[in-house]
């Protein structure tokens, strides 16, 4: 019904950049929230950064003034840029968007992508 398709990770060198997309598709009436989560191996998934359709966001400590995250309301499309990256920020990066499929149903879904992995080198 609804697919997210994340793309832009790769392995950097710490101190570098990247910029993670994720565009929803499918049976969509209205998205809510999205946001991105990470999960290193022998962890627990943890939230990284999240934006309402609104604009409001809020960001993990350890990403605070180093990621920032933006949507584009009109392409369904959440996006994470990742600056002065450290080890430590290793890990599979998912998106999850917050869904109604239909305007004759008030429920509200949330949906994950596959995942796109993060490497940061010392």
């Not at 990256?85 to 305007?103: F, G, N, Q, S």
């Amino acid at each position: 019904q609804v697919q997210l398709v994340e793309s832009g990770g790769d392995l950097v060198q710490a101190g570098g950049s990247l910029r993670l997309s994720c565009a929803a598709s499918g049976r969509i009436f209205s998205v809510d929230t999205m946001g991105w989560y990470h999960q290193a191996p022998g962890n627990q998934r943890e939230l990284v950064a999240r934006i309402t359709s609104g604009g409001r966001t809020n960001y993990a400590d350890s990403v605070k003034g180093r990621f920032t995250i933006s949507r584009d309301n009109a392409k369904n499309t959440v996006y994470l840029q990742m600056n002065s990256l450290k080890p430590e920020d290793t890990a599979v990066y998912y998106c999850a968007a917050t869904v109604r499929t239909d305007v004759r149903d008030s429920l509200w879904t949330t949906y994950w992508g596959q995942g796109t992995q993060v490497t940061v080198s010392s």
